[in-house]
C-alpha cells in the first residue's frame, strides 16, 4: 500500500480533552462532543506537513511488479505535497486548508470518483459531506497508487529528484433516506438522498456540526442532486485496525450519470470568503473534454495538464486495485488546479467527456435548476417563460461581469 | 416544518400583531433564520417599549438570537453558555423551531442582536435594532 500521509499538527492540545481528530478530504466537519458548545480559543489553528509515505510488498510475480511501480512511485513522491486533505472546521468551527487531490474519471457512462480521506489523530470524531452526482452503484476502498500516480504524472518535473448496501425506509417528513451504508477501513460511509434541510438535520442527529454556510451550501447541492455521502472516521474500528496517525484510506465511488460533475464550491465549506482553497482535480476521459466554467475564464480554476493519457499511465492505472475498468488506451489527462478564495469558488466543474457539447451550466452551478412550467393555461405559461427569459438574461449579465472582472 | 411554521403564525395571531416586516413600536416582531441571516436584521422599536420576538430557526443547525449592546455581545462571543433562554432577549433554536422572548428596551440607543455559536457571528449572523 503506498499512501501518502499528512500529519495535522493542531497547538493547543496540551489537556487530552482538548485533542482531537480529523478526517481530512474536502472540507470537514466536526463531530459535536457531547453537545458541548465550543467557543473560540479553545483549539487553535493547524497546519499540514508531508510526513512520508508506507510502502507494504504483496508476494507474487505480479506483485512485485506492483511493489516495484509503487516503490518508484513512493520515492519519486517523497517531496509530493500532501494528498487528499480539506478544510478541517475544529469545534471551534476554525478551518485549516489544505490541498485536495481528486480522480474524476468518466467511461461508459459511469462516473469514478477517487479520493482519499485521511485520519490526524486525536479523541474525537470529524466527518465529511460530499456531495455526489447520483447514486453510487459501488462503494469502496480505492486503489493503493492511483491518486500518487496521476500526481507524478503531471508533475514531470519532479521525476529529476530520481527518476454492501443497507437499504432504509425514508422516515415521515424532511427526514433524509439512507439509501446506502458501507464500512471501508475506520470509515463509515453513508450514502444519503434528501434535501439541503434533510440532509443538515441527518448530519446534525448523527453528530456532526455544521459550519454556518453549511444550511445555504446543502441547498446549493440539493436543488441539482439529492444525493450526498457523509464520511465519519469510526475511532473504535481504527484502533482495532490499527490505523495511524496520518494513514489515508481511498475510496472509489462508481456513479452512473450522464451529466458528470466535480463538487468544487463545498471545498470552501466553513471557510472564510477571502480564505485560500487549493486542490487538484484530474480527469480521465474518452475525449478531451469540454469544461464549464472555462478553467482561465474561472478566477479559481486553471487547466495545468491536458495530453492524451499514456498507455505506460493506463497501464499503471489498471494494475491498481479497482481500477479495471479503464480502457488500455485513448483516454484523455487533465488537471485542474484550484487556487482561488472561497468567495470565488461559488460553482462547480462541469464536464462534457465527448468533447462535442458545452457542458451542462446547471451541473457546473452556474444557473439554478429551471422550475419546469405548470401544465395550464397559454396565459400563465407566457409568463412563466419570460420569467424564465429574465432569469436567463440576469445570469448571462453576471456571468459576462464576472468574466470581464476577471479579464480585467 | 410546516406544522411548526403554522405553529409560529398561529402564536403570532395569538399574540394580535404579527407582522413579517418590523413595524415601529409593534408589540410582536416575528424573525426568520434562514442561511444563517435574520430577517428582517434592521430592526426599530419604540423606546421604552416591551417587544416580543418570535423567532423562527428554518435552517437544519441550531442558533442563536441574543439581544444586547457591543459589549455584550462581545460577551456572548467568548462565553461558553450552552444554552440561552433564562435571559429576557436571549434564545437558543434548535434546527426548525420556533421560540419566543420579551424585551423590554431603553429610552434610547442602538443595539445589536447576534447569533455567538462558533463563527455564525463573523459569517454575517448579526442586525441591529434601533431605537427611537
Redesign the interface.
Known amino acids: 500500500m503506498v499512501e501518502g500521509e499528512v500529519l495535522l499538527q493542531l497547538g493547543g492540545t496540551d489537556e487530552p480533552e482538548r485533542a482531537f481528530g480529523a478526517l481530512k478530504h474536502i472540507h470537514l466537519l466536526s463531530i459535536d462532543r457531547g453537545?458541548?458548545?465550543?467557543?473560540?480559543?479553545e483549539q487553535s489553528g493547524g497546519r499540514a506537513h508531508l510526513r512520508g509515505v508506507n510502502l507494504k510488498p504483496q508476494g507474487g510475480v505480479m506483485r512485485t511488479v506492483r511493489a516495484l511501480v509503487a516503490g518508484i512511485i513512493v520515492t519519486l513522491l517523497a517531496a509530493q505535497p500532501a494528498l487528499a486533505c480539506g478544510g478541517l472546521v475544529a469545534?471551534?468551527?476554525?478551518v485549516n486548508l489544505g490541498r485536495t487531490t481528486t480522480l474524476a474519471a468518466y467511461h461508459e457512462g459511469v462516473e469514478h470518483y477517487v479520493t482519499s480521506f485521511e485520519f490526524s489523530g486525536g479523541g474525537s470524531e470529524f466527518g465529511s459531506i460530499v456531495p455526489l452526482p447520483g447514486v453510487p452503484t459501488d462503494v469502496v476502498k480505492g486503489g493503493d497508487w492511483t491518486l500518487q500516480r496521476l500526481i507524478l504524472e503531471t508533475q514531470p518535473v519532479e521525476r529529476t529528484s530520481l527518476f454492501n448496501a443497507v437499504a432504509e425506509d425514508a422516515p415521515a417528513?424532511?427526514s433524509a433516506t439512507v439509501l446506502q451504508e458501507h464500512k471501508v477501513k475506520a470509515l463509515d460511509i453513508t450514502i444519503l438522498e434528501g434535501g439541503?434541510?434533510?440532509?443538515?438535520?441527518w448530519?446534525?442527529e448523527h453528530g456532526f456540526q455544521?459550519?454556518?454556510?453549511?444550511?445555504?451550501v446543502?441547498?446549493f447541492y440539493a436543488s441539482r442532486s439529492p444525493i450526498f455521502m457523509a464520511v465519519r472516521f469510526n475511532l473504535d474500528r481504527a484502533r482495532k485496525l490499527g490505523v495511524d496517525l496520518g494513514d489515508g484510506t481511498p475510496i472509489h465511488l462508481s456513479i452512473p450519470t450522464p451529466n458528470p460533475w466535480v463538487p468544487l464550491r463545498i471545498l470552501g465549506l466553513?471557510a472564510?470568503p477571502r480564505e485560500r482553497i487549493e486542490a487538484d482535480v484530474f480527469l480521465l476521459t474518452d475525449e478531451r473534454p469540454n469544461l464549464l466554467p472555462l478553467p482561465g475564464f474561472a478566477k479559481a480554476l486553471k487547466l495545468d495538464y491536458s495530453e492524451a493519457a499514456s498507455d505506460l499511465l493506463l497501464a499503471d492505472l489498471r494494475s491498481d486495485k479497482g481500477m479495471k475498468w479503464m480502457p488500455k488506451s485513448d483516454m484523455w489527462l487533465s488537471k485542474i488546479v484550484v487556487d482561488g478564495t472561497a468567495s470565488e469558488l461559488s460553482h462547480d466543474l462541469a464536464i462534457d467527456p465527448t468533447g462535442r457539447v458545452t457542458p451542462s451550466a446547471v451541473a457546473a452551478g452556474l444557473l439554478d435548476v429551471i422550475p419546469e412550467l405548470p401544465p395550464v393555461g397559454d396565459e400563465t405559461q407566457q409568463w412563466w417563460a419570460w420569467t424564465i427569459v429574465l432569469m436567463l438574461g440576469a445570469v448571462v449579465w453576471r456571468l459576462a461581469n464576472r468574466f470581464i472582472g476577471s479579464a480585467s | 416544518m410546516r406544522g411548526r411554521l403554522f405553529l409560529a403564525l398561529g402564536l403570532l395571531a395569538l399574540f394580535g400583531a404579527g407582522c413579517r416586516q418590523a413595524e415601529a413600536g409593534a408589540p410582536v416582531i416575528a424573525i426568520e433564520i434562514e442561511h444563517s441571516r435574520f430577517d428582517p436584521a434592521a430592526i426599530r422599536v419604540e423606546a421604552g417599549s416591551t417587544v416580543t420576538f418570535v423567532v423562527h430557526n428554518g435552517d437544519p443547525i441550531a442558533h442563536e438570537f441574543l439581544i444586547g449592546d457591543a459589549a455584550a455581545q462581545r460577551r456572548h462571543e467568548t462565553g461558553t453558555e450552552p444554552e440561552h433562554g433564562a435571559r429576557p432577549g436571549e434564545l437558543s433554536i434548535p434546527p426548525g423551531e420556533t421560540r419566543i422572548t420579551s424585551y423590554t428596551f431603553p429610552s434610547d440607543g442602538r443595539l445589536l442582536v447576534g447569533c455567538h455559536l462558533p463563527r455564525h457571528y463573523d459569517y454575517g449572523m448579526r442586525g441591529t435594532i434601533t431605537i427611537r
Open positions: 453537545g458541548r458548545k465550543f467557543k473560540p480559543g469545534p471551534d468551527g476554525a417528513g424532511q439541503g434541510d434533510a440532509v443538515g438535520r448530519a446534525g455544521l459550519s454556518p454556510d453549511a444550511p445555504e446543502l441547498d466553513g472564510g
